[in-house]
């Protein structure tokens, strides 16, 4: 559509048929400026006038939005344009549209999987395990709460069972904390912080608890424990579990198909022989439970 031959038409055939501007305003309701906007080019009729002008210029709509006088033969191709590039403009709209529908996807997708990615970490890193472990146990509210040096974390034992990693980790002045770790959902190789103790002192036994649909999680973690113990137990869904210790330290992680039963208790330190931890002698410390 030519907005200049557009307007000679219109201005053309208002003289021809003894029009004033404003009387052609007048009989399609609009302001006799629009008219005169028309008429110089500098403006074309909006959807809803077109008809209306060209009922009164006594046109078609194909002639004014050609801009000239049409004869029976080429009416219907000049329609059949205007529809082509009607639809060739539609077709650039809905893909421009599509388009940008297509890139605030790949933008919202791509910001979710760099979010899971960046705040989860590798398995076989234990710098960035140790990093992820110091930021969840150390939230503010920990770090008033506990002695535990969180910019000092170390890992010094690690596990996994099915989705759930466990971290055993020090600060290297005698405290200890469980970091659990889990399954990142769109990395299945990553993980990232889910729970577990913030601190714990040495020569206890802690635990730490979960239950879900499938299965109920128990995690027994701790760290310099008295040079006697041996073994620990507990109990679960009527069950006794006896356990080793070794190098002083304890890391396990039971999924056990019970989901009713999340317990523990009791915990109890055994020494060489199977019998419970005498306390009292050597200033040995009461397991946690």
């Known amino acids: 559509?030519?907005?200049?031959?557009?307007?000679?038409?219109?201005?053309?055939?208002?003289?021809?048929?003894?029009?004033?501007?404003?009387?052609?305003?007048?009989?399609?309701?609009?302001?006799?400026?629009?008219?005169?906007?028309?008429?110089?080019?500098?403006?074309?009729?909006g959807i809803q006038s077109l008809e209306?002008?060209?009922?009164?210029?006594?046109?078609?709509?194909?002639?004014?939005?050609?801009?000239?006088?049409?004869?029976?033969?080429?009416?219907?191709?000049?329609?059949?344009?205007?529809?082509?590039?009607?639809?060739?403009?539609?077709?650039?709209?809905?893909?421009?549209?599509?388009?940008?529908?297509?890139?605030?996807?790949?933008?919202?997708?791509?910001?979710?999987?760099?979010?899971?990615?960046?705040?989860?970490?590798?398995?076989?890193?234990?710098?960035?395990?140790?990093?992820?472990?110091?930021?969840?146990?150390?939230?503010?509210?920990?770090i008033l709460q506990s002695e535990f040096a969180y910019e000092a974390l170390s890992i010094v034992e690690t596990e996994r069972r099915g989705d759930y990693l466990a971290a055993l980790c020090t600060d290297g002045q005698g405290r200890w904390a469980l970091c659990v770790y889990d399954q990142d959902p769109v990395f299945p190789d990553r993980w990232r912080g889910g729970g577990g103790k913030p601190?714990?002192?040495?020569?206890?036994?802690?635990?730490?608890?979960?239950?879900?649909?499938?299965?109920?999680v128990i995690i027994f973690c701790g760290g310099d424990l008295p040079e006697a113990a041996a073994y620990y137990t507990f109990q679960n869904s009527g069950i006794t579990y006896t356990c080793p210790i070794e190098n002083r330290q304890v890391l396990d992680v039971f999924l056990l198909p019970d989901t009713s039963d999340i317990s523990s208790y009791p915990e109890k330190l055994l020494d060489q022989n199977l019998q419970p931890l005498d306390l009292s002698r050597e200033g040995d410390v009461e397991p946690e439970s």
């Open 1 to 45: 559509m030519d907005a200049g031959k557009t307007g000679e038409l219109i201005a053309a055939r208002r003289k021809e048929l003894g029009l004033s501007q404003e009387e052609l305003a007048r009989r399609i309701h609009v302001t006799d400026k629009a008219v005169s906007k028309w008429e110089t080019g500098r403006g074309m009729p």
């Open 199 to 216: 601190s714990l002192e040495a020569g206890t036994l802690g635990s730490w608890n979960f239950g879900n649909s499938r299965e109920a």
């Open 52 to 142: 209306p002008l060209a009922e009164v210029l006594e046109l078609s709509v194909s002639e004014l939005l050609s801009g000239q006088r049409l004869t029976a033969e080429e009416l219907p191709q000049a329609a059949g344009g205007q529809i082509v590039e009607s639809m060739k403009k539609a077709r650039a709209r809905i893909f421009q549209g599509a388009l940008a529908a297509l890139l605030l996807a790949a933008l919202a997708v791509g910001a979710y999987v760099g979010y899971h990615y960046l705040t989860s970490a590798a398995e076989t890193d234990l710098v960035a395990l140790e990093r992820k472990a110091a930021e969840y146990l150390g939230r503010p509210r920990e």
